[in-house]
């Protein structure tokens, strides 16, 4: 059993936590989580696997996605309330909500109709855009209870959006008052933790919120750390340090399921890990002129497939998660329902098919610069570095490049091919086919760091913008088919999340990245 400590969760060494909701704030437990890394939150843009985790204490959405008693499982892809408590499709533009009373904001003020509808209207999204808010174009106050929504076409996703971060709802006032960069650094939404101390880097430490309309929240206080290396966090687990780590691998966590009173949690996360190619010029333009007369050699389709057949995915997978990371034919998941293409094959191992595709390109070792954040993704390291003996083993040029942080790979131009991930943020093929490599304001386009095709964006407009089944899911297929030509990323796999936990509390892991500490997710066993 652990040690008592400042920070822990037991008040001695014989006796396990029994905590009921009529307990006293004072004797509520505190909760300690060690995470990997930790970067800059923000309430409409915190969709780093990192950021995720500790927005969602502080914010309170729109809409919610019921993570607990969804059809199938824990995957979300059911709409409930949250601070909008009932709405209704008027047309096929026009949305109204009714919006929750008796919402109080961290610093005391009532929450009210013009506050939820500040949180989704043009005014916020001009102070900072979010493509996820690209749909909506007018949001109206009817009434004390109601807000009408009317959006630029038909959108097939519009609750999903607002269950998204696009809809944790923020103070007018203050956002208006501070602008996004100075309500970035100490949000304040109406969720069941306040954001009370942080420093950059290190930790973030949120109180309870006991006026939270949802009720008491069970913990005092919970401290985020930043805790890079893995065997620190496991050593901190299990020393009583922490109680909850991230991001554990898993040929490590037999390091904590050995252990009487803490055991591993896992799910597949709502994410996808890839090399993203440079199929753009960069925002210097350096991929168009690599300053001897020849474009990077990423920017050819053919070189892109080359590097795809050229690496067995499904060894990587199996050897580096234990069979337990899916390789997929494309960005299409069962989550998407009808829209999934469950028969679709995906790109296979075929070194000899890479060299003759090279050949038809025209490849002439020309240098492919490949960049990694080092330690950040679990297993991404290994993954690259066997990689890059699969490509030179078919004739590749590849240089890795580690970098310490994300800054390092600014502007993009310099690097071919970089590893990241993206979020599923919706059960929708939406996410992140469209909105990640091809709609107008994603990221990648505005850096300039991907070139979509004229097919591309023509079945991506019809899947964003008709309320069709069918259409869609004919807009869809044609999409993948285009992927699979173009090439964007290098999908490695669908990540499987580790968590370390003491055995005593109950507590579930979501499909996605966030982590929800709210009554109706936490309970504690006594032993």
């Excluded at 939820?116 to 690209?134: D, K």
Aim: hydrophobic share 40%.
């Amino acid at each position: 059993m652990r040690k008592s400590r400042t920070v822990g969760l037991l008040a001695g060494t014989a006796i396990a936590l029994s905590f009921v909701s009529s307990v006293l704030a004072d004797d509520r437990p505190e909760l300690t989580i060690a995470m990997a890394a930790m970067q800059r939150l923000h309430p409409a843009v915190a969709e780093s696997n990192f950021d995720s985790r500790v927005i969602k204490s502080v914010m309170d959405g729109l809409l919610n996605r019921d993570w607990l008693n969804g059809p199938n499982g824990n995957d979300g892809t059911e709409i409930v309330a949250g601070i909008f408590t009932a709405w209704e499709q008027i047309d096929d533009l026009t949305w109204e909500f009714k919006v929750r009373q008796g919402v109080k904001f961290h610093h005391g003020r009532d929450m009210t109709a013009e506050d939820a509808a500040f949180t989704i209207s043009q005014e916020r999204f001009e102070i900072r855009p979010h493509n996820l808010a690209s749909s909506l174009e007018k949001v109206e106050v009817i009434d004390a209870e109601t807000i009408r929504v009317t959006t630029k076409y038909p959108d097939p996703v519009l609750l999903h959006r607002l269950a998204h971060v696009i809809g944790h709802v923020v103070p007018a006032d203050l956002y208006r008052e501070r602008g996004y960069e100075g309500f970035g650094a100490a949000p304040v939404g109406t969720g069941p933790y306040y954001w009370a101390e942080s420093v950059a880097d290190d930790y973030i430490v949120l109180k309870a919120f006991d006026d939270y309309w949802g009720g008491k929240p069970p913990f005092k206080q919970i401290t985020f750390r930043s805790v890079p290396e893995t065997s620190a966090r496991i050593a901190g687990l299990i020393t009583g340090e922490y109680d909850i780590i991230t991001s554990i691998p898993p040929d490590q966590a037999e390091l904590i399921d050995r252990e009487d009173d803490y055991e591993t949690r896992s799910i597949e996360v709502e994410n996808m890990h890839h090399l993203t190619f440079m199929t753009g010029c960069g925002e210097e333009g350096v991929g168009c002129d690599r300053g001897d007369g020849r474009e990077a050699a990423v920017r050819n389709p053919l070189v892109r497939k080359a590097m795809i057949m050229a690496v067995d995915r499904q060894k990587i997978a199996d050897r580096l998660w234990n069979g337990l990371a899916k390789v997929p034919a494309g960005p299409t998941w069962e989550m998407y329902g009808d829209l999934h293409d469950a028969d679709r094959a995906p790109i296979g191992y075929d070194p000899e098919g890479a060299k003759a595709l090279l050949k038809e390109a025209g490849y002439e070792d020309q240098e492919i610069v490949i960049a990694v954040t080092a330690g950040y993704y679990v297993n991404g390291d290994r993954a690259v570095q066997v990689m890059m003996e699969m490509w030179k083993a078919v004739g590749l040029n590849v240089r890795l490049q580690f970098v310490e942080n994300w800054g390092q790979q600014r502007p993009y131009g310099w690097q071919d091919v970089w590893i990241n991930s993206s979020n599923i943020r919706i059960p929708d093929p939406l996410s992140p086919w469209w909105w990640r490599f091809a709609e107008p304001s994603a990221s990648y386009l505005a850096r300039n760091v991907q070139e979509p095709t004229e097919e591309y964006l023509r079945v991506g407009a019809i899947l964003e913008q008709t309320l069709d089944s069918e259409a869609r899911i004919t807009a869809f297929h044609e999409g993948l088919d285009e992927w699979q030509e173009q090439n964007p990323a290098l999908i490695m796999y669908r990540p499987i999340e580790i968590y370390g936990v003491r055995e005593d509390l109950k507590w579930t892991p979501y499909s996605f990245y966030w982590m929800d500490f709210r009554d109706y997710n936490v309970s504690f066993e006594e032993k």
